[in-house]
């Protein structure tokens, strides 16, 4: 309970700084006349490799995790689903890593980085917003959400 608190309070707070240095970055650029920061500035990329190293880490976070280890570990060695309905870009996704035998790890990793940058791109315009959003995923309980559905 200790582990979980410091390692989620931490990263909250890590995701929140760059994305509030983003956001001031951006308002001194727009300032002197300059033009918005890229989607892929060095902090939101920052932030989702981050994202991306916790939720490649977790271990037993949400009650599906060692069903999606499993069904990945399936894939990797028998080169087959025990479930055949899956999504095809999940299945495709997951066939391109296993068949260069990813680590389970970094399996995680990618769908965790997926998520969390495509909701960041959804607010690339609004990067004040970018402080707020991560102490609400991390701290609010939705990472234990997303990280439940991967597939998704």
């Not at 391109?96 to 035998?101: D, E, H, K, P, V």
Request: glycine content about 8%.
């Amino acid at each position: 309970m200790l582990l979980s608190f410091l390692v989620y309070t931490t990263t909250a707070s890590a995701l929140a700084w760059l994305g509030w240095h983003a956001n001031a970055r951006e308002q001194r650029i727009l300032k002197d006349g300059g033009k918005q920061l890229p989607f892929y500035c060095w902090e939101i990329v920052v932030s989702v490799l981050l994202f991306a190293f916790v939720a490649g880490a977790r271990f037993k976070t949400g009650y599906d995790h060692w069903y999606y280890m499993s069904q990945y570990w399936q894939l990797r060695d028998y080169h087959g689903f025990t479930r055949l309905d899956y999504e095809p870009g999940f299945i495709l996704i997951s066939k391109g890593l296993a068949a260069i035998n990813t680590p389970v790890f970094i399996y995680f990793a990618f769908w965790g980085a997926l998520q969390y940058a495509l909701f960041l791109y959804a607010f690339r315009n609004n990067k004040s917003v970018l402080v707020w959003v991560p102490l609400i995923i991390m701290l609010g309980g939705f990472f234990v959400g997303w990280m439940n559905s991967i597939r998704q």
